[in-house]
């Protein structure tokens, strides 16, 4: 397991981190996301030693990393091996490349070629080891990296943006190594991305990282589905994100008021409370025409004019000031056969469940 | 013109025939800059990874001054080397005035700030993330330095040459601290000094061909290291 308590870090009289608070099991796959410069690089690299906290600590297991200086550090880090985002290969072969951990850990000979052979299998290069690893392509050389902190067996790997320079066949098969290092030797991994489908693909867990901070950690669905403030929000997708006051409440469902208008959203937050709210492109539908019978069940049927159409791939991108400027996804053959355009008048209606609100 | 042929051909037949005095002095000059060469790396390397990864008051200041070095006069060496030597001077009681000695000390001085700008600049210029990969992957100190040193050894053969050229082809410091004795301290670079003032250019000319052809013979055996690598 590790641990990270009140981590804070600062370069200069630039603070980086703020205090990183984080627990990961052992065998977990931790997934750290947020926007770039928010010392996500910083935090692994003060668990891999690499870096000294201002303050804080981090454990592994029983054992402090900072508490008694660096005296433990060159053991407690062959506990923990990292992948970085642009990998170094050292001169020589793949073989002494991924050799490389393991003659620092004195090891037979026998025993060495044995773990690279195995893990070079593992990582899909079986027969590279007399190649010249400068002259591989850069996704073979992010396995090789990968293979060269795995063949040293370390209970925590820390990877580092891996896939973020390497094309997306690649980015499956580093992907595919991840899960098969953590299923056959139950490795605890720290994994930073910019790539939010990617935390949702490999992480149990997600923390995102803002400030310096972890802001909000839990499952994908919890993360992508309930952002804990208007920030996290905007980062993980929400297009539509507003700020307004719950004007009255029947305990269960608010009338919130937010720009020119109202919208029904699901709360327990009190009458008076300051709050964001948020909406998925998605959980929106546009009509041309007035629901019969307005809003109905849908309580939130709001009226606007189309301010501007984006195509984005396969999809319009509606822009609608209806009190609050909206966004709403409609397919181009639903676009096409309504004939919508910039100046119509339109409505949009959304279920209150689909809107998220956040105390402010 | 005539005389330059004439003295060059004389210089191959003192060469082609073993002349012993001519290889005397060539040897003892591969001797003594050979032994300045190995021990000058053997203290700049772990100086300038020092320098390479810590950091201290007034570091850049030190390694401006060291690059200001590489164009130490070598006289002012022979002089600075000569008054710590002589008999009166500081290290005067190891008695290495007009010794061979005192020439490898002469040469080490001036091959050090050679070795360790030109390393130093190898190991600041080396990707950090192959400094951290090596960390991580849970190397010690020693082993840290052997796998950084790994990876800029060819930069570091090329500053071992450029020392060694400079070293074996300087003739100020030589002359003041070895005196040019005969058969104890003449080197190559010495020899031809006197050869040439005493007018025997035939002489002058072979010492001189086999200098080049060191330098020559040094060139080689670094880039067959590199190719073989």
Same mark, same amino acid.
């Given at each position: ?105 004195? =090891?037979? *000979? ?6 690279? $052979? #195995? @893990? +070079? ?134 009338? =919130?008021? *937010? ?6 959203? $699901? #709360? @327990? +937050? ?91 | ?229």
């Amino acid at each position: 397991m590790i641990r990270v308590e009140d981590l804070q870090k600062s370069f200069g009289n630039n603070p980086v981190l703020r205090g990183v608070d984080l627990e990961v099991a052992d065998g977990e796959i931790f997934v750290i996301i947020g926007p770039s410069g928010q010392g996500k690089s910083t935090l692994l690299r003060i668990i891999d030693t690499l870096e000294v906290p201002t303050s804080g600590d981090v454990w592994i297991g029983s054992d402090s990393l900072y508490s008694h200086g660096d005296a433990n550090h060159h053991d407690m880090r062959k506990k923990v091996g990292m992948v970085f985002q642009n990998p170094a290969i050292f001169q020589g072969t793949v073989f002494e490349n991924v050799a490389y951990g393991l003659r620092y850990r004195k =090891i037979t *000979s026998e025993e060495m070629h044995e773990r690279v $052979e #195995t @893990t +070079l299998r593992e990582v899909g290069l079986e027969g590279y080891e007399k190649r010249e690893a400068r002259k591989l392509s850069g996704g073979e050389k992010q396995r090789i990296a990968f293979a060269r902190t795995m063949v040293t067996r370390p209970e925590i790997i820390l990877l580092d943006e891996p896939t973020s320079n390497v094309d997306p066949v690649t980015t499956e098969k580093i992907e595919e190594i991840i899960l098969y290092t953590r299923k056959t030797y139950n490795t605890t991994m720290i994994m930073n991305t910019h790539d939010m489908l990617q935390g949702q693909r490999m992480g149990d867990r997600i923390g995102v990282m803002m400030h310096g901070k972890i802001m909000q950690s839990g499952t994908p669905k919890e993360i992508f589905t309930l952002p804990a403030t208007g920030e996290i929000a905007r980062f993980i997708g929400f297009d539509n994100v507003f700020d307004g006051t719950v004007e009255t409440t029947d305990g269960h469902t608010a009338v =919130i008021q *937010s720009g020119n208008t109202r919208v029904y959203g $699901e #709360t @327990t +937050l009190p009458q008076g409370a300051a709050v964001t709210w948020c909406i998925r492109t998605e959980d929106m539908h546009l009509h041309m025409k007035e629901r019969p019978g307005g809003a109905g069940k849908l309580r939130n049927h709001l009226e606007g004019r189309v301010t501007s159409i984006g195509l984005v791939g396969p999809e319009n991108h509606v822009m609608a000031d209806c009190g609050i400027p909206l966004e709403v996804v409609v397919g181009w053959r639903f676009a096409d056969r309504v004939g919508v355009k910039t100046g119509d008048r339109i409505w949009v209606s959304f279920n209150p469940e689909a809107v998220h609100v956040m105390p402010r | 013109m005539s005389e330059i042929v004439d003295g060059f051909l004389t210089a191959i037949n003192l060469i082609v025939t073993l002349d012993p005095e001519v290889y005397e002095i060539a040897f003892r000059s591969i001797y003594i800059t050979l032994t300045a060469t190995l021990i000058g790396s053997v203290i700049s390397i772990p100086i300038a990874m020092y320098l390479a990864f810590h950091d201290f008051r007034g570091k850049m200041s030190l390694v401006n001054l060291i690059h200001t070095l590489y164009a130490l006069p070598t006289v002012l060496i022979g002089l600075l080397v000569f008054l710590m030597l002589s008999r009166k001077g500081p290290l005067g009681f190891f008695g290495l005035l007009f010794t061979p000695g005192g020439m490898i000390i002469g040469q080490v001085i001036l091959i050090i700030p050679i070795l360790v700008g030109l390393t130093y600049s190898a190991l600041t210029s080396l990707d950090p993330v192959v400094k951290d990969t090596i960390i991580s992957l849970g190397a010690d100190y020693l082993q840290f330095a052997l796998s950084i040193l790994r990876e800029v050894r060819f930069v570091i053969y090329a500053a071992i040459a450029m020392a060694f050229g400079r070293a074996i082809s300087e003739v100020g410091a030589a002359i003041i601290i070895g005196g040019n004795i005969k058969g104890y301290t003449r080197v190559l670079t010495t020899a031809i000094s006197l050869e040439t003032s005493m007018g025997n250019i035939e002489f002058s000319m072979a010492l001189g061909i086999i200098l080049l052809f060191i330098a020559l013979v040094v060139n080689f055996v670094m880039t067959a290291i590199r190719r073989g690598d």
